[in-house]
Nanobody, 116 residues
Framework: QVQLVESGGGLVQPGGSLRLSCAAS????????MSWYRQTPEKGRELVAS????????NVADSMKGRFTIFRDNAKNTVYLQMNNLKPEDTAVYYC?????????WGQGTQVTVSS
């Protein structure tokens, strides 16, 4: 079955960096686009970034462009989210997403807290 396991969250000071990882299994990873979302009680769930199966095309939400980068390693069945210059408003639970066989799959989420 499809499994997505996120890691890499934590507490970081404003201006700091984190790299999130999402290890995928149960499907042919390189054939599917992957996405990162984040969720807060105030804003709900919002799309952060997406990447095509080959990794040749990416999209990052406007508020995060220039700070966040999504990339993938198809040999490791892993997608990453590099987050730089983090701000307190980036505090959220971050989720990995894959739409496989017409169904949305989610990881368990990883907490990112940006605070001094």
């Amino acid at each position: 079955q499809v499994q997505l396991v996120e890691s890499g969250g934590g507490l970081v000071q404003p201006g700091g960096s984190l790299r999130l990882s999402c290890a995928a299994s149960g499907f042919t990873f390189s054939l599917y686009a992957m996405s990162w979302y984040r969720q807060t009680p105030e804003k709900g769930r919002e799309l952060v970034a997406s990447i095509t199966g080959s990794g040749g095309s990416t999209n990052v939400a406007d508020s995060m462009k220039g700070r966040f980068t999504i990339f993938r390693d198809n040999a490791k069945n892993t997608v990453y989210l590099q987050m730089n210059n983090l701000k307190p408003e980036d505090t959220a639970v971050y989720y990995c997403n894959a739409a496989v066989w017409g169904r949305n799959y989610w990881g368990q989420g990883t907490q990112v807290t940006v605070s001094s």
